[in-house]
């Protein structure tokens, strides 16, 4: 597979301006990205010519930027484990997420992690990319997760993160019923003093925004559908713990039911962002695991709200 270029043909507007300006400021490249790709012969190229950043641009000349790294180091070995890929390009790769896979590797899942996976895959499909994740699902959480393949990338998402350009959606089923069925869970949120792991509201925690809307109600457990304005560890987890009704399942903030899910209820349902090279929005959506589907299933009744 050919190497990733960014391209970009100079116009009236950035004429006379430096490659390092250009790339800097215009086109949004960071200091840590330049100088990776400065010192690659085939790094910074103008009309096919190997330049330096101090070089002047002229209208009509067309820069190219190598994105993928030739020598693709990374310490994370690969591991031949199953994938659901929704959509991948040179760029970016969208999986859906199996609930007990971790995200990346860390202590105790140094090979069996969705970065394990798809280093893997990579290695027959396209060699030169590497893990680079632009946030994270818990390991109990199945659903949408978007990496990118190269710095560039994932700084351009990471800087989408929490706007309007990055919108996650999620699904949850909770035990109890939110008061209101809809309405927004504005509680800082701070690491407990007595675990390294688990986190809790407080006064003096960082700003934490969940937006929610109940959609169903079985049996004393919720449906519900969840938006977040910020991303801290746990938030959902906490955050529906806090208005009492804690994820079914959920070990950690609620209490862990292995005979009806081995698993914090809690899935990743839609993703939509703007593609980092193409600016191109994508838009994806899932649908409700069947461990989860199973919670709310009718019985004798279900209770569908509205609005």
Known sequence: MPPRY?????????????????????????????????????????DGERVTTRAVVRQGQTVSVRLSDPTAETD??????PLNIVYEDRDIVVVNKAPGMPSHPGPGHWDDSLG?????????????????PVHRLDKGTSGLMVAAKHP?????????????????????????????????????????????????????????????????????????????ETGRTHQIRVHLSHIGCPLTGDFLYGTEAPDLIPRPALHSESLSLLHPVTGKRLTFQTELPRDMAKLVEEKERIDTMQG
């Open 116 to 132: 394990n996976a798809l280093i893997f895959h990579w290695q027959s499909t396209d060699p030169e990319a590497v893990f680079h």
């Open 76 to 81: 994370i070995p690969p591991v031949n484990l």
């Open 152 to 228: 560039f990338a994932q700084e351009k998402l990471k800087n989408q993160l929490h706007t309007d350009d990055f919108r996650r959606g999620y699904l949850a089923v909770c035990e109890g019923v939110p008061q209101p069925l809809s309405g927004t869970i504005d509680a800082p949120i701070a690491r407990a003093d007595s675990s390294i792991l688990k986190r809790q509201t407080a006064p003096d925690g960082m700003s934490a925004v969940t937006h929610y809307e109940t959609l169903r109600t079985v049996g004393g457990r919720s449906l519900v559908h969840l938006t977040l």
């Open 6 to 46: 960014l391209e970009h043909t100079i116009t009236a507007a950035h004429d006379g301006k430096t490659i390092y300006v250009l790339l800097r400021y215009e086109l949004g490249l960071s200091g840590t990205v330049l100088r990776r790709v400065k010192w690659l012969e085939d790094g910074i190229l103008l």
